[in-house]
């Protein structure tokens, strides 16, 4: 049994009425639902049924149901971009087929340790040279 078929009728009205209106109003959707009353019975009901989790249950079903019918029209609006080589966001469209392909760049990095301490020597003694290089050539440029 799904989540939408536990509700009562007006429950599952409700449910249906917050898609159509696509807004988090819980009256309105009571209203839309065929709940009646005054303003704050229907205040109390909405919000009620808003947060009972079977009501909750059956959004989240109906959400990942409608939103399943959508791929279609997703894939294709995504489609376009990709082809589209001139649009704002065509690079970030290309990213993302690549990462749902599994196709993604990939870094690589190298961490060269070194155990001879002669070479090291060198290497330092080369960069201190470098930096006193670099620091007497500000220094004449400050002094001139």
């Not at 009353?37 to 989790?53: K, Q």
């Not at 990942?64 to 995504?78: E, F, G, I, N, W």
């Not at 990213?95 to 870094?107: E, N």
């Not at 290497?123 to 040279?129: F, H, K, Q, S």
Request: aromatic share 4%; glycine share 6%.
């Amino acid at each position: 049994m799904t989540a939408m078929e536990m509700l009562t009728p007006m429950q599952r009205a409700f449910v249906e009425a917050l898609f159509v209106l696509g807004t988090g109003k819980y009256t309105a959707a009571a209203r839309m639902a065929g709940h009646t009353g005054t303003e704050g019975s229907l205040r109390v009901w909405a919000h009620r049924a808003a947060h009972n989790p079977k009501v909750v249950a059956a959004i989240r079903e109906e959400s990942d149901r409608r939103c399943v019918t959508l791929l279609p029209v997703a894939h294709k609006a995504m489609e376009n971009i990709v082809r589209d080589g001139k649009s704002k966001d065509h690079f970030a469209a290309v990213k993302h087929v690549q990462a749902l392909a599994g196709v993604s760049p990939t870094q690589k990095t190298e961490v060269v340790i070194k155990h001879d301490t002669e070479s090291l020597r060198a290497e330092i003694a080369a960069a201190i040279d470098h930096l006193r290089a670099v620091a007497g050539d500000r220094l004449s440029d400050e002094n001139a």
